[in-house]
Structure formats: structure tokens, C-alpha cells
């Protein structure tokens, strides 16, 4: 029996399975929910585990570097009744970027803080990071006690 997307389009090219609703039921239910279905029964939960949504539907960001759906994908493109602009979802924006550590650290500014004592007078503090060489490996970076956090 041949595949149909779940939205309605007649592609030729790979289908994603609906993610499993009780491992993952909060993208299991926003993935039916842009198919345009309803969950009101437990039928409807095996009918949507048995449907596909083509890869038209998704974003280069939901996709891993090999090329399979990350953990957070959400159909986001040419649904149906929507225009072609990327429908963005709370979870999409929460997916942290790689972060650079050498660019982080060296990115600290120095800063003064305030600390108050039980005598109500106040102490400045300057907290000035340490400069990240090159050869400091991340583990080095990790070992050594700052007062800052990774």
C-alpha cells in the first residue's frame, strides 16, 4: 500500500512516522495537531501512529547531521491553509545552539559586585576572569576552580 503524507501532499520523496504519543505525547499531539486531527479516542491515538508527514515539512533545523529528524521536529512547512512562511514553535526556539567556549569566556567583561555585610556597609568586589589560551583544553578549563560557570 503506497504512503500519503498526512496533510494532504503527494510527494515522492522520504516520510517521517508520527512520534510515538507515549514517549514523546507533547510533539506526538502538535504533530496531529497541524494535521488538522482530534484525539478523542484511543483509535485515533493508532490511526495517527500508522500516518506520515513527507520531508517537504520540515526545516533544514530539524534535521541531525544525518539527516534524520532531531528530538523537537515540528512540521513547519507548507501546511495546509498557511502560507509559505516557517510556522515557528515554542519548542523549535528552546533547542540551545552550539556554543563556543573560548568565545564565551573571552566574551566575560570584568564586573563589580556588591556585597553587604551584617554592619550595613558595602564591599566591592571585581571579578575579572581568567584569560582563555589556546591550548587550554575544554577538561583543563573544567578542572580548574573559577568563579564563574561554564
Given at each position: 500500500?503506497?504512503?500519503?503524507?498526512?496533510?494532504?501532499?503527494?510527494?515522492?520523496?522520504?516520510?517521517?512516522?508520527?512520534?510515538?504519543?507515549?514517549?514523546?505525547?507533547?510533539?506526538?499531539?502538535?504533530?496531529?495537531?497541524?494535521?488538522?486531527?482530534?484525539?478523542?479516542?484511543?483509535?485515533?491515538?493508532?490511526?495517527?501512529?500508522?500516518?506520515?508527514?513527507?520531508?517537504?515539512?520540515?526545516?533544514?533545523?530539524?534535521?541531525?547531521?544525518?539527516?534524520?529528524?532531531?528530538?523537537?521536529?515540528?512540521?513547519?512547512?507548507?501546511?495546509?491553509?498557511?502560507?509559505?512562511?516557517?510556522?515557528?514553535?515554542?519548542?523549535?526556539?528552546?533547542?540551545?545552539?552550539?556554543?563556543?567556549?573560548?568565545?564565551?569566556?573571552?566574551?566575560?567583561?570584568?564586573?563589580?559586585?556588591?556585597?553587604?555585610?551584617?554592619?550595613?556597609?558595602?564591599?566591592?568586589?571585581?571579578?575579572?576572569?581568567?584569560?582563555?589560551?589556546?591550548?587550554n583544553s575544554l577538561a583543563t578549563l573544567k578542572s580548574t576552580h573559577h568563579m564563574?560557570?561554564?
Amino acid at each position: 500500500m503506497p504512503k500519503r503524507c498526512a496533510l494532504g501532499c503527494s510527494n515522492k520523496t522520504s516520510y517521517h512516522q508520527f512520534p510515538h504519543p507515549e514517549k514523546n505525547p507533547d510533539r506526538f499531539k502538535a504533530w496531529v495537531h497541524i494535521a488538522g486531527g482530534k484525539l478523542d479516542s484511543p483509535a485515533d491515538y493508532e490511526l495517527y501512529r500508522k500516518k506520515v508527514i513527507c520531508d517537504i515539512h520540515f526545516t533544514d533545523r530539524d534535521r541531525n547531521r544525518n539527516n534524520r529528524l532531531n528530538f523537537l521536529a515540528v512540521p513547519s512547512l507548507h501546511l495546509p491553509g498557511k502560507s509559505d512562511e516557517v510556522v515557528t514553535s515554542e519548542k523549535i526556539l528552546l533547542v540551545p545552539e552550539p556554543v563556543n567556549v573560548e568565545s564565551s569566556l573571552a566574551a566575560l567583561k570584568p564586573t563589580l559586585t556588591g556585597k553587604s555585610n551584617d554592619d550595613d556597609t558595602s564591599e566591592k568586589v571585581l571579578l575579572i576572569p581568567e584569560p582563555v589560551n589556546k591550548e587550554n583544553s575544554l577538561a583543563t578549563l573544567k578542572s580548574t576552580h573559577h568563579m564563574y560557570c561554564l
